[in-house]
């Protein structure tokens, strides 16, 4: 399952992302050894994102976590907790297609009466991915 931690901190480390992810999945631990055995943080990234129109950032968690809960379980484990003194919100990834033709989204949205393209078309995001020789930086 994919999940979006929105709004982190913009001075949240990979580090300190990686070490809050697995204490609220995992709980406590005893000696490094995790006390939830269903549940295992694949990967996760942080996304900063700037907006080209007014200059304003933000950054977002983006993970991978493998679980036998039911998803609802997992969202609310996560939800609601502290980061950097602030409250954070986790909520399911759902992956956006790359369609921009007009056409294309007027089919895909003309069966939903007021549904619309939620994406901000001004958004420069930067992908800060922990890998095994420090950090990896993707531009989108």
């Known amino acids: 399952m994919w ?10 480390t990979q580090r300190e992302l990686n070490l809050f992810l697995n204490k ?8 490094g050894l995790s006390s939830n055995q269903q549940t295992r943080l694949k990967s996760f990234s942080i996304l900063r994102m700037t907006d080209r129109t007014s200059g304003e950032i933000e950054c977002h968690g983006l993970a991978e976590v493998e679980t036998s809960k039911p998803e609802e379980e997992m969202l609310r484990v996560l939800n609601g ?13 759902y992956h ?12 895909s949205t003309s069966s939903f009466p007021g549904l ?10 930067e992908m ?13």
Request: charged share 20%; proline share 2%.
């Open 81 to 93: 907790h502290q980061l950097h003194g602030q409250t954070i919100a986790v909520r399911k990834y």
């Open 96 to 107: 956006r297609s790359n369609i921009s033709t007009q056409t294309a989204h007027t089919k």
């Open 116 to 125: 619309r393209d939620r994406r901000r078309h001004s958004l420069h995001i």
């Open 24 to 31: 609220q999945i995992n709980g406590n631990r005893w000696f």
């Open 3 to 12: 999940i979006i931690i929105q709004k982190i901190p913009l001075t949240t």
């Open 128 to 140: 800060l991915k922990a890998n095994s020789g420090g950090l990896a930086i993707g531009i989108f």
